[in-house]
């Protein structure tokens, strides 16, 4: 099977919305976990996980069912989907390398052709410094949150180049910077481009869901704190479906969440291996595409 870059598709349409004639452009929000394997999800047919929001979106989306990251760790397909091309092509061979600052990403593609633009999580495919070119602010985000690579608790990150300790779990914070950055844009006459890196459910596992409705409990059994923390990201997607909803923007609004390489269990990777192998447990990961006004549900295998 031909494996291709993660969502190059998405840099055509930037490109191609530059030029095209004024239509109604749709708000684009790409959400990604750290680590989350193909399995770890209700919809993906976890025994014992509950993720309901991760089903709601699922039945109400299209599901990828077959759907395969750029590389088996992170930054190289977090390279991929900035730019639509191979990491190997755009100097990302491997984790903790930077993107070249020439590279055209998607958030410059559509910040010209009239996006507002914010990256709110971790980053990891260059530095989080303002002046520097591999930041989110030279890879084309007007605004942005980061973290270098993954964090869990009252985490120091770059606000648009300044450092400061933002206090909560990281992943809370992540989607709350990224609600805010909706609210303060929404109905202002500008289409919005958001990217969320969650830095769960990487170790070490010290992020917790809180107040899960009933029914819901937190995970018991083997790997706790990282099926957990995919609760917590699963707490932070109904927020942000909430969110778009209560901003009546939902319809208009391409939501695309998956995760950036396998997961840490091998049993529910949904094939050989895990994260870091380039067996299909390394690459296969869940996937769902939610765009109401254009797409009915449906599942893509």
Known sequence: MTRQPLFP???????????????????????????????????TGHPTLQTPHMDAMAAN????????????????????VMTGRNPIRVNVPNHGHYLRPHETTVAEALKSAGYVTGHFGKWHIGSVQAESPTSPGGAGFDEWL??????????YLSRNGKYEQVKGQGSVISMDATIEFL???????????????????????????????????????????YYREIQLIDQQLGRLRAALRELEIADDTLLWYSSDNGGLVKEHSGGRE????????????????????KYKPKKVS
């Open 61 to 80: 989306g299209v599901v990828f069912d077959r759907f395969y990251a750029a590389a088996p760790v992170c930054s190289p397909t977090r390279a991929s």
């Open 146 to 155: 980061s973290g270098l690579n993954f964090f869990d608790l009252n985490p």
């Open 183 to 225: 609210r303060k844009h929404a109905g202002k006459g500008k289409p919005m481009f958001a990217v969320t890196w969650f830095p769960a459910p990487h170790d070490p596992h010290r992020e917790q869901p809180a107040d899960l409705p009933e029914g819901i409990r937190p995970y018991q059994g083997s790997n706790a704190g």
């Open 9 to 43: 598709a998405l840099l055509l349409f930037a490109a191609a919305t530059a030029v095209a004639a004024p239509v109604r452009k749709p708000h684009v929000i790409l959400v990604m976990a750290d680590d989350q394997g193909y399995g770890d999800a209700g919809f």
């Open 274 to 293: 895990r994260k870091g192998s380039i067996y299909e447990g390394g690459l296969r990961v869940p996937s769902v595409l939610e765009w109401p006004a």
